[in-house]
């Protein structure tokens, strides 16, 4: 509840550097069910302008959610839980080996 109010603390003054620390933090004690504080590293991590690690970290959380029982899947909140996971997810770039060659240049 502390961690949660100081957090909220830090992301109002923009201190998002202490604001990650904190997240490190809360995710070391939290069980494997992680997901929630997962999505908040992301959203912090989109304000300080690391979307790649935003985006590495969204892929993260979702993968945990498929990996769980269907059953599990299907509850409302973790139906939402994905949804907003998804909303700020940028489609995965094609990597360098997978990547269409590039056009031939003229002489």
Request: glycine letters at 2%; hydrophobic letters at 50%.
């Amino acid at each position: 509840m502390l961690d949660e109010a100081a957090l909220a603390i830090e992301l109002h003054l923009a201190r998002y550097p202490a604001a990650l620390q904190r997240l490190a933090a809360m995710l070391a004690r939290s069980g494997s069910r992680n997901e929630h504080l997962l999505l908040k590293q992301a959203e912090v991590l989109e304000r300080a302008g690391q979307n790649d690690a935003a985006q590495a970290v969204r892929r993260k959380a979702l993968a945990q959610l498929e990996a769980l029982p269907k059953a599990k899947r299907q509850l409302a909140s973790n139906r939402s839980l994905a949804s907003a996971l998804s909303h700020g997810l940028r489609p995965a770039r094609a990597s360098a080996a997978t990547a269409a060659p590039a056009p031939p240049q003229p002489n």
